[in-house]
C-alpha cells in the first residue's frame, strides 16, 4: 500500500488549500481515512477521519466548519479542503489509510489515534503566514 500527499505550500492568513492522498493498493471504498498533523515542536495531532463504508466523518473541533473531508473512490484519492486558515494550522500535514473500518471514526481519531492506521504518507508542508 501506497500513501502519497500533495498539494501543501505557502498560504496567507484566511486563505484556502486542498490537500490530496492517493492511495494505492487498497480498496477505497471499504476503508478508513485519517488526517494528521505536526505542528513544529508538538506531537501529531488527529485532524480528521473518515470511515468510506458509511461516509461518517470526524473532525477535532480546531477546525470544524473550515476543513472537509472527501473521497473520490474512482480515482482513490482523497482530499483535505482548508479554508479559512490560521497561523495555529501550520504544520505538515499527514494522510493515514486502513483496512479495517469496525471502529467509530470518533475512536480512530480520538481514542486510537495513529494507531489505527497502518499505512501512511511521507507529509506535506503547510505555512500559514502573512
Known amino acids: 500500500v501506497h500513501v502519497v500527499e500533495s498539494g501543501g505550500g505557502l498560504v496567507q492568513p484566511g486563505g484556502s488549500l486542498r490537500l490530496s492522498c492517493d492511495v494505492s493498493g487498497l480498496q477505497l471504498d471499504s476503508s478508513s481515512i485519517g488526517w494528521f498533523r505536526r505542528a513544529p515542536g508538538k506531537g501529531r495531532e488527529a485532524v480528521s477521519c473518515l470511515k468510506t463504508t458509511d461516509n461518517t466523518t470526524y473532525y477535532t473541533s480546531s477546525v470544524t466548519g473550515r476543513f472537509t473531508v472527501s473521497v473520490d473512490g474512482a480515482k482513490n484519492t482523497v482530499t483535505l479542503e482548508m479554508n479559512s486558515l490560521r497561523p495555529e494550522d501550520t504544520a505538515v500535514y499527514y494522510c493515514?489509510?486502513?483496512?479495517?473500518?469496525?471502529?467509530?471514526?470518533?475512536?480512530?481519531?480520538?481514542?486510537?489515534?495513529?494507531?489505527?492506521?497502518?499505512?501512511w504518507g511521507q507529509g506535506t508542508q503547510v505555512t500559514v503566514s502573512s
Open positions: 493515514a489509510a486502513d483496512p479495517s473500518t469496525w471502529a467509530t471514526v470518533q475512536a480512530m481519531c480520538v481514542m486510537m489515534g495513529e494507531r489505527w492506521f497502518k499505512h
